[in-house]
């Protein structure tokens, strides 16, 4: 089955560079995303990047794909106390229909001043 | 910006009870699911449903959970006879066009089960 594995907490300082890394299973996933949940929130789509990509950038945020290791990572340039949150990686199994999403554990993104 | 609005945002309930759990999709949407997060856990897919009809659902959601659509509007997500293990946190998304689009996630509602 699916799954998808990420580490569970990252400590930063204001101003550095944060990435967050996520592995999963499923060869036939067609999109990966990164979600945010802030204190009290639902899930925010950040990004999402198709398989037959492997870099997208949004202003300060670069996903890196390496779909030879299935091995997603989400880079946070110039990281802001806001940036403190868990992000989730996610990935859809492609098979068709109404896919459903598979999230990771989350990762703990703390920013400290 | 459309919201996807969920109530109650936190539910206490007496094991063996049955709750609802309330969802207001964006109104152009037209994919609709149901996901929960136990806490410390991942976040788990239960249901898809389209065209007023359930399109997906994972192992978890057995007969004790049922969707509805009763409006047109709210999307309910009902447990009946509620179990400890049932408490979690219950998210409500919806899209557009479905997954490959992105979900917009609610809020969330917090269930405890005592």
């Known amino acids: 089955g699916e799954d998808v594995e990420q580490s569970l907490f990252l400590s930063v300082r204001e101003g550095d560079s944060s990435v967050i890394n996520c592995t999963y299973t499923d060869s036939s996933s067609t999109y990966l995303y990164w979600y945010k949940q802030e204190p009290g929130a639902g899930l925010q789509l950040l990004t999402y990047i198709f398989s037959n990509m492997d870099m997208k950038q949004d202003q300060r945020l670069t996903v890196l794909l390496n779909k030879k290791d299935k091995h997603l990572s989400l880079r946070i340039a110039d990281t802001q106390t806001g940036d403190s949150a868990i992000y989730f990686c996610a990935e859809t199994p492609d098979r068709g229909g109404f896919q459903k999403l598979v999230f990771g554990t989350g990762t703990r993104l703390l920013v400290s001043p | 910006e459309p919201e996807v609005t969920q109530t109650p945002s936190h539910q206490v309930t007496q094991m063996g009870q049955e709750v609802i759990l309330r969802c207001v999709p964006i109104?152009?949407?037209?994919?609709f699911y149901w996901y929960r997060q136990i806490l410390g856990q991942k976040v788990e897919f239960l249901v898809s449903f389209y065209n007023n009809e359930i399109s997906e659902k994972s192992e978890i959601f057995d007969d004790q959970f049922s969707v509805e659509r009763p409006d047109g509007s709210n999307f309910t997500l009902k447990i009946r006879s509620t179990k400890l293990e049932d408490s979690a946190m219950y998210f409500c998304?919806?899209?557009?066009?479905?997954?490959?689009?992105?979900?917009?996630f609610g809020s969330g509602t917090r269930l405890t089960v005592v």
């Open positions: 109104s152009n949407h037209l994919y």
């Open positions: 998304a919806s899209s557009e066009r479905g997954t490959h689009y992105g979900y917009t």
